[in-house]
C-alpha cells in the first residue's frame, strides 16, 4: 500500500444470462446501439405514424366519406401500421406475432 500509484480494480461484463431461460439458439440477435443505428428507423417510422393519422383523420371528422374512401383509407392505415412495425423490428424491437 506505500505505492503512491492507484491500483485499478477490473470490472466484468456482466452476461446476459437474464433472458428469460429462453435457450440461447431462439432468442433474437442482439439489438444495435440507439441512437447511431436506430436514429434513421426511427425517423422513418414518425414518418409513417404521420401518414397514418393523415388516412384516418377524415373517418372521424364532420365531412362525410364514401364508402370506397373509408375502406382505402383503412387500408393504408394498416399498411403504414404494419410498416412501422417492421422498421422498429430492424433495429431491434421486440415484438409477438398476432
Same mark, same amino acid.
Given at each position: 500500500?506505500?505505492?503512491?500509484?492507484?491500483?485499478?480494480?477490473?470490472?466484468?461484463?456482466?452476461?446476459?444470462?437474464?433472458?428469460?431461460?429462453?435457450?440461447?439458439?431462439?432468442?433474437?440477435?442482439?439489438?444495435?446501439?440507439?441512437?447511431?443505428? =436506430?436514429?434513421?428507423? /426511427?425517423?422513418? =417510422?414518425?414518418?409513417?405514424?404521420?401518414?397514418?393519422?393523415? =388516412?384516418?383523420?377524415?373517418?372521424?371528422?364532420?365531412?362525410?366519406?364514401?364508402?370506397?374512401?373509408?375502406? /382505402?383509407?383503412?387500408?393504408? =392505415?394498416?399498411?403504414?401500421?404494419? /410498416?412501422?412495425? /417492421?422498421?422498429?423490428?430492424?433495429?431491434?424491437?421486440?415484438?409477438?406475432?398476432?
Amino acid at each position: 500500500m506505500g505505492n503512491s500509484k492507484t491500483s485499478t480494480i477490473p470490472i466484468q461484463k456482466q452476461k446476459r444470462s437474464d433472458l428469460g431461460g429462453v435457450p440461447e439458439e431462439k432468442r433474437m440477435t442482439e439489438p444495435l446501439r440507439w441512437p447511431n443505428s =436506430a436514429a434513421g428507423a /426511427r425517423d422513418q =417510422a414518425a414518418e409513417e405514424a404521420q401518414a397514418v393519422i393523415h =388516412a384516418l383523420a377524415p373517418l372521424v371528422g364532420d365531412v362525410p366519406v364514401g364508402d370506397k374512401e373509408e375502406m /382505402r383509407r383503412i387500408a393504408v =392505415a394498416l399498411m403504414k401500421a404494419e /410498416r412501422i412495425a /417492421r422498421i422498429l423490428e430492424s433495429v431491434g424491437a421486440k415484438t409477438k406475432p398476432y
